[in-house]
């Protein structure tokens, strides 16, 4: 069966340190990958997209980047954190008729 | 691009009522797909339901069922016969093959009074 691990689940940064959030899929190949973050009570806004080694879509500018260094892995970075870049992180992959999440890292930066 | 929209930030209903809850899409793509997501306040994302743009039948999941308007863009949910385990944020959700990019709505509050 399929899984998707994401860690750490909680994480304190002081600003201005860097940020590295890994996800990590078993049980399928080639999956489609995705980093969101969701504010405190908002929606999930999309920030990277990924359908395959080295191919990433940004949705969002600036602090952050990801990478997929491999098949089934998905890196979210940050060189310097923004107080701003505090929320709640989910990994997701899907094969296009459902999609499976992570159980997310809540991210506070101080 | 592709925007998905959920213009009511809280509903509220009583337990056994029906509930609708609305969202309408944007996109250029002719072939793609809708999902209503639940999240609970552990935070794990649950599908709901889903729906194939390319199906003019209107998926049902026991008490949950969609009213997929497809000319007008809208993918709403409907909850029926509520129970307090429903109270939950809902998201609905767009997914294309072309892009493969799965794109969220703001989602909705859901509460239930007993």
């Known amino acids: 069966s399929q899984t998707i691990h994401q860690w750490p689940a909680t994480l304190v940064q002081p600003v201005g340190s860097p940020l590295s959030l890994e996800c990590t899929v078993e049980?399928?190949?080639?999956?489609?990958l995705y980093w969101y973050r969701q504010a405190a009570g908002r929606g999930l806004q999309l920030l990277f997209y990924?359908?395959?080694?080295?191919?990433i879509s940004s949705e969002v500018p600036q602090n952050l980047s990801a990478s997929r260094p491999q098949d089934r892995q998905f890196i979210l970075s940050s060189k310097k954190l923004l107080l701003s870049d505090s929320g709640f992180y989910l990994c997701?992959?899907?094969?296009?008729?459902?999609?499976?999440f992570g159980q997310g890292t809540r991210l506070t930066v101080v | 691009a592709q925007t998905v929209t959920q213009s009511q930030p809280e509903m509220s209903v009583q337990e056994a009522e029906t509930v609708t809850l609305s969202c309408t899409y944007d996109?250029?793509?002719?072939?793609?797909?809708l999902f209503w997501y639940k999240q609970p306040p552990s935070r794990q994302m649950i599908l709901v339901i889903r729906?194939?743009?390319?199906?003019?039948q209107n998926a049902t999941e026991n008490r949950f069922s969609v009213n997929f308007q497809k000319a007008a863009k809208s993918f709403s949910l409907k909850i029926s016969d509520s129970q307090l385990g429903d109270a939950a944020m809902y998201f609905c959700?767009?997914?294309?093959?072309?892009?493969?990019?799965?794109?969220f709505g703001k989602g909705i509050t859901l509460s239930v009074r007993p």
């Open positions: 997701a992959w899907s094969l296009m008729l459902e999609a499976f």
């Open positions: 049980g399928t190949s080639n999956p489609n």
């Open positions: 959700a767009h997914y294309t093959g072309a892009n493969s990019k799965l794109t």
């Open positions: 729906q194939e743009a390319y199906k003019q």
């Open positions: 996109t250029s793509e002719s072939d793609y797909y």
């Open positions: 990924s359908v395959g080694i080295g191919q």
